[in-house]
């Protein structure tokens, strides 16, 4: 298990950007996938984007596509979320997780998760 914290959620108007980022607690990523993930008011959670341990391979639902950016910098040992054009309907609290891989089953450990807003 890591512990992970998220930040940079907050309320923004219809086509702007945000950029969340989530970081381990006491340690590094190490060769962990990381992930992102959303659950919206009254719905379930759903799989948004992931990121290989190596940085080579990236996946993304298909809500986001062309949208949404996952980036990891092992420098700082921080995972990235960048959103752009947002959308009403991306409003929800964004999960960060990490896991031995990029299917959603894999994903064992999550952050407290940010609220993200978008107002129309």
């Known amino acids: 298990q890591v512990q992970l914290v998220e930040s940079g959620g907050g309320l923004v108007q219809a086509g702007g950007s945000l950029r969340l980022s989530c970081a381990p607690s006491g340690r590094t990523f190490g060769s962990y996938a990381m992930g992102w993930f959303r659950r919206a008011p009254g719905k379930e959670r759903e799989f948004v984007a992931a990121i290989h341990w190596s940085a080579s391979i990236t996946y993304y639902s298909d809500s986001v596509k062309g949208r949404f950016t996952i980036s990891r910098d092992y420098a700082k040992n921080t995972v990235y979320l960048q959103m752009n054009t947002l959308k009403p309907e991306d409003t929800a609290v964004y999960y960060c997780?990490?896991?031995?891989?990029?299917?959603?089953?894999?994903?064992?450990?999550w952050g407290q998760g940010t609220q993200v807003t978008v107002s129309s």
């Open positions: 997780a990490a896991g031995i891989g990029t299917r959603a089953q894999d994903f064992s450990s």
